[in-house]
């Protein structure tokens, strides 16, 4: 009887974790892990989003690709970006003169790709994404992608809304957007999708939260920078305006809501003006170390995910596919593979082992580092620079830093890693640099025409 007796009192807590949720994945732009509130820091105030932490878990060791297409195209396809050659910001920019010739990078994810939008729209959602997209031009934006109702909005303005108005704000402009979706569905299953140009270059904010931050007190060791800290409040107060509409529809219950970043932190503009810092981590966007790559994120889901809780286990955006196509109850896309695994079990457990413990990334591409590929198994990375043949090795567990280079002292960790790192490749089919024949040492810092550093 006693079975029995258990099976009783579990039953409804199992149904309630069956039951598909509302999603809405929030999306910044070059937010650093070191940006929020939540994550250490003073100066930058992002109360909203540290309320999600606090009621919900809050991700230590979550990676994205380390620019913004890689990331926006491993996350909509459950696939490492390196198999459709992604690998770069569409369109990328070339450095005609630098010791390597970069494979050119694809215009558009193809639309043979089945996108988790189109899953869970099988499974009976309703999807809506609006925002940044950077995945294709005309036929190829997510309207082409299993997002039925869809807006890409760029930058971080907009036109007035009435004329002789002032400019509008991107993320006030998205939260309306937002709240009106979610009101529309309130009364079925949805799928929302709200991807902000914030934090993104040229930086701007409104006059009001450019006085704040120029008044305030600057944070020793971090640069403080007013209209970064104002641009970071303005998508806090969006994402405050979403869980408003949420809490205020009465489905917060029934709504799981995802923030992640596209990739790490821009510390330095075009121009050399430092305007944020990833430290502790080492690096910055279009890296492969730790400040390139790994990302704030936290997942809110009354009931369902623990309030107050934290994951240390290394994860990755290629993972939102599978999670949420198991959470829907949705079929997974058929006669290709998903990199990413599930973390429906990590969701309601932050302890859950993953059937996984290698992840990888390849920028075979010049961007604020040369190219290269990386691997992390377990605490150990292994970074390898294709100009040179450099590996770097570094113990994450104990230097997250990446200060010591570890390499020479374990030859043999790096050689099987080398090894791993290469295969993987292969599997992949990545794409590599090869010799640049017009190779000038001096113009290899040169842009090419016509092209633009993301």
């Given amino acids: 009887m006693r079975p029995l007796l258990l099976l009783f009192f579990l039953c409804p807590l199992l149904c309630a974790f069956s039951a598909p949720p509302n999603v809405i994945l929030i999306l910044a732009d070059d937010l650093g892990y070191a940006d929020l509130g939540c994550y250490g820091n003073t100066f930058n105030e992002t109360p909203h989003i540290d309320r999600l932490a606090r009621e919900g878990m809050r991700f230590t060791q979550f990676y994205a690709g380390p620019v913004c ?105 998205l939260a309306r957007k937002a709240v009106e979706f979610i009101h529309a569905h309130k009364s079925s299953l949805f799928l929302l999708q709200i991807s902000h140009a914030a934090v993104h270059i040229p930086l701007s904010t409104t006059p009001e939260l450019k006085a704040k931050y120029e008044k305030k007190k600057p944070v020793p060791g971090y640069p403080s920078h007013p209209e970064y800290a104002g641009l970071t409040e303005e998508l806090d107060q969006s994402v405050g305006h979403i869980v408003e509409a ?16 596209d990739n790490g932190g821009l510390e330095h503009e075009q121009s050399g003006r430092v305007v944020t810092s990833n ?42 596919l599978p999670t949420l196509v198991e959470l829907g109850a949705a079929a997974m896309p058929k006669s290709r593979p998903c990199d990413g695994v599930s973390l429906a079990a990590v969701l309601r457990n932050p302890a859950a082992t993953l059937a996984r413990d290698t992840l990888h990334w390849h920028l075979p591409h010049y961007h604020h580092s040369t190219p290269a590929s990386a691997m992390r198994t377990g605490d150990w990375k292994l970074i390898e620079f294709f100009e040179d043949g450099a590996l770097e090795l570094y113990n994450l567990k104990n230097d997250p830093g990446e200060q010591k280079n570890l390499a020479t002292m374990e030859p043999a960790r790096v050689k099987a890693m080398h090894a791993g790192l290469q295969a993987w490749r292969t599997e992949v089919n990545a794409r590599m640099p090869v010799p640049n024949p017009r190779h000038d040492p001096a113009r290899a810092m040169e842009l090419g025409k016509g092209r633009r550093a993301e």
């Fill in 246 to 261: 949420v809490e205020r529809a009465g489905i917060g219950e029934n709504t799981l809501i995802l923030f992640l970043s």
């Fill in 279 to 320: 430290r502790p981590l080492r690096g910055e966007k279009g890296t492969l170390y730790e400040g390139g790559i790994r990302i704030p994120a936290i997942a809110r889901w009354p009931g369902k995910v623990p309030a107050g809780s934290r994951c240390d286990t290394p994860l990755i955006t290629m993972d939102v």
């Fill in 69 to 173: 297409s890689p990331t926006r195209c491993n996350l909509q396809s459950g696939q490492d970006q390196a198999r459709f050659g992604i690998t770069q910001h569409i369109p990328g920019h070339k450095r005609p003169f630098a010791k390597l010739s970069d494979p050119v990078v694809p215009l558009q994810m193809p639309l043979e790709v089945e996108t988790f939008a189109e899953c869970l729209a099988k499974a009976g959602y309703r999807t809506g994404y609006f925002g940044k997209w950077h995945l294709g031009g005309a036929g190829f934006g997510p309207e082409a992608q299993g997002w039925q109702v869809a807006g890409e909005i760029k930058g971080n303005t907009q036109p007035p809304a009435v004329k002789g108005g002032p400019p509008q704000r991107t993320a006030e402009l």
